[in-house]
């Protein structure tokens, strides 16, 4: 049996400690998420794009050439991290500053 077990709260009891798995994630790595998000809408976009462009659209787009559509890309694929990671920044509650302040003010009597 495997030592790590994850229990109905979504952490992860690896025995002496219990690490939460998915909210210590996303603040550790937060451009690790920004960089899937910014890889699914470059590939959303990209796709809608070449379904759903009239064929006059997508001739011209076709005429750019290929090293043009790459920098295209990649300022999509760019423009998608950035957003990502502004929409997944998790702004902290002004109970938890309050909470901050004390423990800062009261470091001497632990």
Not at 27 to 55: E, N, S, Y
């Amino acid at each position: 049996m495997s030592q790590a077990m994850e229990s109905s709260a979504g952490t992860l009891d690896i025995g002496y400690q219990r690490a939460s798995t998915w909210p210590g994630m996303k603040t550790r790595r937060p451009w690790l998420f920004a960089m899937l998000g910014g890889a699914g809408l470059t590939l959303l976009g990209a796709g809608g794009f070449a379904l759903f462009a009239p064929p006059a659209l997508l001739d011209r787009a076709a005429s750019l050439g290929d090293a043009r559509l790459y920098e295209l890309l990649a300022a999509a694929f760019a423009a998608g991290c950035g957003l990502s990671r502004l929409l997944l920044y998790r702004r902290r509650l002004p109970e938890e500053r309050v909470d901050d302040a004390v423990s800062r003010t009261q470091r001497h009597l632990r």
